[in-house]
């Protein structure tokens, strides 16, 4: 069936280092989302993408859908320890999700 | 406004009970969907319902059922538990099928 997978799974940074997760998809989509889940919380809305090797920034956070619009990253410039948590992509037409990868940050 | 809310925040069970977890939203969202959380399988869809009186199936079903009786509740039940289902229940919800979806709060259930 269709997947989408994220590497890494876990990822830890010393804190002001940056960090980056892949998300691969088997087949084309439509629109790629990603959520943020703090430990002990819920999967909280990020940003989608939609065209073609689109890019979108958040303050420290840059989100590019690729051309083929089979793959997505999401990489955090600087990182401090609020980053902490699992980023999840996914394209909630066809309701799946990624893994998640998991980001633990050293003060 | 609550948005979506979960119940209960957390349940021990034994094997073999019946258990219903119930999620409302009153975000008058058409699309409610129930995923279950394990560690380092993320999100997985259990069911999911597109409009009030619809329901459809996920990538995990069985052992499962819920109903859409009207469009603030969705509750899902479990007939009778099994240790593999001890997970984290995430319900969510959207304005329509594919749009951003919004998250309650989780319940951990744990299954003896």
């Known amino acids: 069936g269709q997947q989408v997978m994220q590497i890494p799974q876990y990822q830890h940074v010393q804190e002001g280092e940056d960090f980056t997760t892949y998300c691969n998809s088997s087949?084309?989509?439509?629109?790629i989302q990603w959520y943020k889940q703090r430990p002990g919380g819920h999967p909280v809305f990020l940003i989608q993408l939609v065209k073609s090797g689109e890019v979108k920034k958040q303050k420290r956070l840059t989100f590019q859908f690729g051309e083929a619009k089979k793959n997505s990253s999401l990489h955090i410039t600087a990182t401090q320890t609020t980053d902490v948590g699992t980023y999840f992509c996914?394209?909630?037409?066809?309701?799946?999700f990624g893994q998640g990868t998991t980001l633990q940050v050293k003060p | 406004i609550a948005g979506i809310t979960q119940a209960p925040t957390s349940q021990i069970l034994a094997a073999g009970r019946r258990m219903t977890l119930r999620c409302t939203q009153d975000m008058r969202h058409n699309a409610m969907y129930w995923y279950r959380q394990d560690l380092g399988l993320g999100l997985r869809l259990i069911h999911y319902s597109n409009t009030a009186g619809t329901t459809g199936k996920g990538e995990v079903p069985d052992g499962y059922s819920v109903s859409r009786a009207n469009t603030d509740d969705f509750p899902l039940t479990l007939a009778s538990a099994v240790p593999s289902q001890t997970s984290v229940y995430f319900c969510a919800s959207s304005d329509q099928g594919g749009d951003t979806q919004y998250f309650g709060p989780g319940t951990r259930l744990t299954v003896l």
């Open positions: 087949t084309t989509l439509s629109n």
């Open positions: 996914g394209n909630t037409g066809k309701l799946i």
